[in-house]
């Protein structure tokens, strides 16, 4: 026998009880919904009667005078001052050439790495220019090519190399 008798039919009863609702919740799920179906019945509605609307009526309104309003008196108008444009600076913990250089002559690799700005080595080479000293940089770290700075650009004709410009 599943039940095993006890003294209390009480205990005996829940145990029944707990072990039919266990069977109903592993049985197969029903849809109640699915099985009604909706009907929808003809229901008298009340139509509102209609009332009457006042139309507005035109009330005359007062015309105002034209005042007459001062004309302000023109001022002088002020004069620009000088605005002074922020200059770019190399970053002070970063290896740069000793020569005269933009930031439109520094080149930037665009990959990245976690180990980027470490174990950071450069190659300088100063040239002559007919008097002009030109530069032309690259820096190199753990992720490969870094920055540098290049002055030279596409610029031909005989130099000599020298050291820094400054």
């Given amino acids: 026998m599943?039940?095993?008798r006890t003294k209390t039919p009480i205990?005996?009863?829940?145990?029944?009880?707990?072990?039919?609702?266990?069977?109903?919740?592993?049985g197969p799920r029903v849809d109640i919904s699915a099985t009604e179906?909706?009907?929808v019945t003809d229901t008298a509605t009340i139509t509102p009667?209609?009332?009457?609307t006042p139309t507005p009526t035109h009330t005359a309104t007062a015309t105002l005078a034209p005042t007459e309003t001062p004309t302000?008196?023109?001022?002088?108008?002020?004069?620009?001052?000088?605005?002074?444009?922020?200059?770019?600076?190399?970053?002070?913990?970063?290896?740069?050439?000793?020569?005269?250089?933009?930031?439109?002559?520094?080149w930037w690799a665009g990959n990245w790495c976690a180990e980027r700005g470490t174990n950071v080595s450069c190659e300088i080479e100063y040239r002559l220019?007919?008097?002009d000293c030109l530069v032309g940089?690259?820096?190199?770290?753990?992720?490969?090519?870094?920055?540098?700075v290049d002055t030279i650009g596409n610029r031909g004709g005989d130099y000599v190399f020298t050291g820094p410009c400054y």
């Fill in 137 to 148: 940089m690259s820096c190199s770290d753990a992720c490969g090519k870094y920055y540098g």
């Fill in 72 to 106: 302000p008196t023109p001022t002088e108008t002020a004069l620009p001052t000088a605005t002074l444009t922020p200059t770019w600076f190399p970053n002070p913990y970063m290896i740069w050439p000793r020569a005269t250089f933009t930031q439109f002559d520094v």
């Fill in 37 to 39: 179906t909706a009907s």
């Fill in 11 to 26: 205990i005996a009863a829940i145990s029944v009880g707990l072990l039919a609702l266990l069977l109903a919740a592993c």
């Fill in 129 to 131: 220019y007919g008097g």
């Fill in 49 to 52: 009667i209609p009332t009457e």
């Fill in 2 to 4: 599943l039940i095993k």
